[in-house]
Structure formats: structure tokens, C-alpha cells
């Protein structure tokens, strides 16, 4: 009989299990919500990235719905064959008019815009400069490009100067950084960053993923929140999380926009976004620029959450934005405490090694612009009660 060659994951998987890192799929069988319904249990929800509640705003849906009357469901090609629709064209010139730089493209994915950036734009003969807590899509890009990585302790300009100190001068090299750091909530050190980029003549790039609708004028991101304009040359941005949609962008200057059209792979290699995907961003950005209070309430509900939650005693870490970890060290611990929240009616998942470091495990919080004081103190007497249950505060 055939050998399964495969039996080596399965082994694998049972020691995720005994390490208490195994997960369960949590399905999500309503809209995506402040209040929803996962595995038949209806929670309040602190686990999605929709930060303004943008995923079922009426506008974003009504574009939707009249997209696919007008246009079908599917492109049917890459962007470079048939795939590019006047809707993608329309979003790239919103989202660069938004971004106040002279040209923007548009990926399936955030993940997608960093790979295929960062592996197109340089070489094995080039070097990165790379915050040692940068998304994994940023860390897939320099990988693909085959440039030397060097890794610099998170947030630490003065390293990442001296890195570069002892660089060749005539060597390419780019200095890449997330706005926002998707496990911790901390930002990056834009300012420093960008001088230090400056002395050495390096490509300054920025993964604002998870600043994009959150910080900055309408949510323009920290380039904006720190008034770093014309010193970042690539900035990266996402649509699928506080934008509620799908995709991810890239800012910059036509000629490097250009040059992304010609050679990103996912660009060229992989079919472009639905209508509907593309008309809910262009519906997206109109809300940005004439909801204010939508990023308002995110922000008054995120200093009353964060403040809850340091309050009753939890190690909320060094976060600067709606991204609150609740940091309790041992995988296990997380997943336990994760496990009893949503048992009583609280979702906050559980994160461990690989995503963060061990002995980091954590329950990471989001709260969103539509969850109300009462869902959210909900929440903190759930948080409180389990909490001291499992010794943690
Ligand atoms: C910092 C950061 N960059 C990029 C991405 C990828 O974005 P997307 O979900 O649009 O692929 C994420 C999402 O997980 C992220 O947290």
C-alpha cells in the first residue's frame, strides 16, 4: 500500500497541539460586525481589522450591488491582458489624489503590494534595511528579491544608521518599515527613519496597512500623522482592513508606479479584483472624505477600551493605536483565556509563536468606530472576571 508522504504535517500538527498551539477556524456566519456570530455563538467581536465598520456601511454596499449589475462578477483577466475595468483605473487615480503623490497601483491583497513591491524593485546585488518586527509580506518580498537582509532591533533608528554606516556607497539599498505594527499597535519612528534614510541616500518604504483609515488627516496614514510627506518614496497601503474591502496599494511617482505595471508579479501573474471590489473602494474613500466621524468614534472608543483594560491590571504592552494586545506570555494561556472570553460572549483571539515571538502570547484586541460603551464595558467585565479566574490580573 501507498505511504502517505505527507504523514510528516500530521506529525507536525500533533505537536502544535501538544504545545497548545493548535487553532480551530473560527467561522464567521454573519455580517462582520461590532456584534456577530461565530460558531453559532453571538459575541462581541474585538477580533476583526474593520476599524470604521466600513465592511457593511450602505454606501460601500450599494456600490457593490450596482457593479456587478453593471459589470458582472468577475474581471476575467490580469491587469496587463484584459483585466484592468475603468473601475480599477478610477480607484488608482482616487486613492493617488487621496495620498497626494502623482500615482497609485492597485493589488488583490496588502500581502500581495509588499511582496510584489519589494521583489521587484530590487536584486541580489542590493541590500534591505528591515525593522526585525515587519509583516511577514514585507519579509517574503526581500526574501524573493535575493538582496541581503539586514535586520535591525524594532524601532531603533540609531541601529538601522549604523547598518547603513557600513554599507558600500554606490550599493542600492532600501529602508523598510511597517506605520504600524499589526501585533503590538506601536508605530514606527517615521521621522527618524526618514533622516536616516536621507544621510544614506537609501529608498525609504513604509507598510501603513494598518494605518490607512486610521491615522492621518481622513486616515492618509503616519506619513501624514507625522508630516513626513515627500520623504517616503513607497508607501504602502491596504484596503482590506479599515477601508472594509479587498487589496492593497502603492504610492509613489509615476515612473516607479509604471515600472510596477511592468514587472510585480502578482500584477502581472494573477487576476485583478472583481467590479465590486473595486467600486466599494472608490465608495470607501468618498466615506473617508465626508464621514469624519467614523474615525472620531474609533479613536474615543480606543482610548476608553485601552484605558479599561490598563485599569484592571493588563499588560497592554507598548501600544499607540486600536490595536490593544493583552500580552500573557505562554501560548497555552492565551488560547485558554481566549477560549473562556468567547465562552462568555467576548471575542479576542489568541496569538502565538510563529506570529509573535515566544513567551509573547497574547490576546490581541481591535475595536471598531460602531461598538458602543455598553459592548465594550461588556467586555471588560468579561475581561476582568476571566482574567483574575485565570491569575493573569
Ligand atoms: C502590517 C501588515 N501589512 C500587510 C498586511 C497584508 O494586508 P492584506 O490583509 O490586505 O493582505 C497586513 C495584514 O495582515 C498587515 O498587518
Given amino acids: 500500500?501507498?505511504?502517505?508522504?505527507?504523514?510528516?504535517?500530521?506529525?507536525e500538527l500533533d505537536s502544535l497541539r501538544q504545545q497548545?498551539?493548535?487553532?480551530?477556524?473560527?467561522?464567521?456566519?454573519?455580517?462582520?460586525?461590532?456584534?456577530?456570530?461565530?460558531?453559532?455563538?453571538?459575541?462581541?467581536?474585538?477580533?476583526?481589522?474593520?476599524?470604521?465598520?466600513?465592511?457593511t456601511h450602505p454606501r460601500l454596499r450599494e456600490a457593490a450591488i450596482e457593479a456587478v449589475g453593471k459589470y458582472g462578477a468577475g474581471s476575467g483577466s490580469v491587469r496587463t491582458i484584459a483585466g484592468t475595468m475603468d473601475l480599477h483605473m478610477e480607484l488608482e487615480a482616487r486613492l493617488a489624489k487621496f495620498k497626494n503623490?502623482?500615482?497609485?497601483?492597485?493589488?488583490?491583497?496588502?500581502?500581495?503590494?509588499?511582496?510584489?513591491?519589494?521583489?521587484?524593485?530590487?536584486?541580489?546585488?542590493?541590500?534591505?534595511?528591515?525593522?526585525?518586527?515587519?509583516?511577514?509580506?514585507?519579509?517574503?518580498?526581500?526574501?524573493?528579491?535575493?538582496?541581503?537582509?539586514?535586520?535591525?532591533?524594532?524601532?531603533?533608528?540609531?541601529?538601522?544608521?549604523k547598518i547603513l554606516r557600513d554599507l558600500p556607497a554606490g550599493q542600492r539599498k532600501l529602508l523598510i518599515t511597517d506605520g504600524v505594527f499589526s501585533m503590538d499597535g506601536d508605530l514606527g519612528p517615521m521621522p527618524a527613519l526618514c533622516d536616516v534614510a536621507e544621510e544614506f541616500g537609501a529608498i525609504m518604504m513604509v507598510d501603513d496597512a494598518h494605518a490607512s483609515g486610521v491615522f492621518g488627516h481622513q486616515g492618509r496614514g503616519t506619513i501624514d500623522h507625522f508630516k513626513c510627506h515627500g520623504r517616503v518614496d513607497i508607501q504602502v497601503g491596504t484596503l482590506s482592513k479599515a477601508v472594509g474591502v479587498l487589496g492593497g496599494y502603492v504610492a509613489g511617482t509615476k515612473a516607479f508606479i509604471e515600472f510596477l505595471y511592468h514587472r510585480a508579479r502578482p500584477f502581472l501573474f494573477s487576476t485583478s479584483h472583481p467590479p465590486a471590489v473595486a467600486a466599494a473602494c472608490i465608495a470607501a474613500i468618498d466615506v473617508l472624505e465626508q464621514e469624519p466621524q467614523w474615525m472620531e468614534r474609533l479613536w474615543e472608543n480606543t482610548r476608553f477600551?485601552?484605558?479599561?483594560?490598563?485599569?484592571?491590571?493588563?499588560?497592554?504592552?507598548?501600544?499607540?493605536?486600536?490595536?490593544?494586545?493583552?500580552?500573557?506570555?505562554?501560548?497555552?494561556?492565551?488560547?485558554?483565556?481566549?477560549?473562556?472570553?468567547?465562552?462568555?460572549?467576548?471575542?479576542?483571539?489568541?496569538?502565538?509563536?510563529?506570529t509573535v515571538a515566544r513567551g509573547q502570547a497574547r490576546l490581541r484586541t481591535i475595536v471598531t468606530a460602531t461598538h458602543s460603551r455598553e459592548d465594550l464595558q461588556f467586555a471588560l467585565d468579561a475581561f476582568a472576571r476571566v482574567g483574575k479566574e485565570l491569575g493573569i490580573v
Fill in 20 to 55: 497548545g498551539l493548535y487553532r480551530q477556524l473560527r467561522v464567521l456566519e454573519s455580517e462582520q460586525q461590532a456584534h456577530a456570530t461565530f460558531d453559532h455563538r453571538s459575541v462581541i467581536n474585538l477580533s476583526s481589522n474593520n476599524y470604521l465598520g466600513l465592511t
Fill in 1 to 11: 500500500m501507498r505511504q502517505d508522504p505527507l504523514k510528516y504535517l500530521a506529525d
Fill in 305 to 354: 477600551f485601552k484605558a479599561g483594560l490598563q485599569s484592571l491590571g493588563f499588560n497592554t504592552g507598548r501600544s499607540e493605536s486600536p490595536i490593544t494586545p493583552v500580552i500573557v506570555g505562554e501560548a497555552s494561556q492565551a488560547m485558554q483565556m481566549s477560549d473562556r472570553l468567547f465562552a462568555e460572549g467576548v471575542f479576542a483571539q489568541g496569538i502565538g509563536f510563529p
Fill in 101 to 161: 503623490v502623482e500615482a497609485v497601483v492597485v493589488f488583490q491583497s496588502g500581502f500581495a503590494a509588499n511582496a510584489g513591491t519589494v521583489s521587484a524593485i530590487l536584486n541580489k546585488e542590493d541590500v534591505i534595511i528591515s525593522d526585525e518586527l515587519n509583516h511577514a509580506s514585507i519579509i517574503d518580498g526581500c526574501r524573493l528579491s535575493r538582496a541581503a537582509i539586514k535586520v535591525f532591533p524594532h524601532k531603533d533608528a540609531d541601529a538601522a544608521r
